[in-house]
């Protein structure tokens, strides 16, 4: 093996990430069949810290996957990461009658975000600024909304898309009934 050190470390992460989705484990399920701490596991995949010969070892025969394998350049084939409906995070205690389902990957968190948005009647997602130069892009794909960005406010029907400022107090709110948008976060 002629590779350098640092590109095995680069790929780690994904192809850990990877067998992990591909056996349908949650982190947790990982951290139990392996002994290496949902924390630990996380943040490998994250890239944020780099195993031990014999932490890999416990995760990849937790993932029953081959120690060198793991480590080898990819075939070169194209691929495609799909995340199924029923993996799709979700938060149900944030806002008031609204359901978020988180649809960028973790790794993105702070960056760019993407979610799916359903609110019941009368719901609303209110949020503080975040980070300074924070946008938004909102498009209503369900019913209407009514979009607030420090004091503006702009009400949107289905097909309506929106940019505003996200570094100030903003919110987001059915009208009208239930409704659905899809919102990317870019935090600068």
């Known amino acids: 093996m002629t590779e350098d050190s640092n590109d095995i470390l680069t790929r780690l992460p994904a192809r850990l990430k990877e067998a992990r989705r591909a056996k349908g484990l949650s982190l947790e399920a990982v951290a139990n069949l392996s002994g290496v701490s949902r924390s630990m596991v996380s943040q490998i995949e994250r890239g944020e810290s780099s195993p031990t010969i ?5 995760l990849t025969r937790a993932l029953q996957v081959d120690f060198a ?5 990819a075939d070169g084939t194209d691929q495609i990461e799909v995340l199924r409906n029923s993996e799709v995070p979700s938060i149900d205690n944030m806002g008031q009658a609204c359901r978020i389902r988180i649809l960028s990957p973790p ?3 702070g960056g760019h975000e993407v979610y799916d948005i359903s609110f019941d009647r009368d719901g609303a997602l209110n949020s503080q600024p975040h980070t300074r130069g924070a946008q938004e892009q909102l498009t209503v794909l369900e019913g209407s909304v009514r979009v607030t960005s420090g004091t503006a406010t702009m009400d949107l029907r289905q097909g309506d898309t929106a940019r505003y400022a996200a570094d100030v107090l903003h919110s987001i709110s059915s009208l009208d009934g239930p409704a659905r948008v899809f919102l990317i976060v870019k935090n600068a």
């Open 54 to 58: 014999s932490t890999l070892w416990n």
């Open 107 to 109: 790794e993105e968190a």
């Open 69 to 73: 394998g793991l480590l080898e350049e």
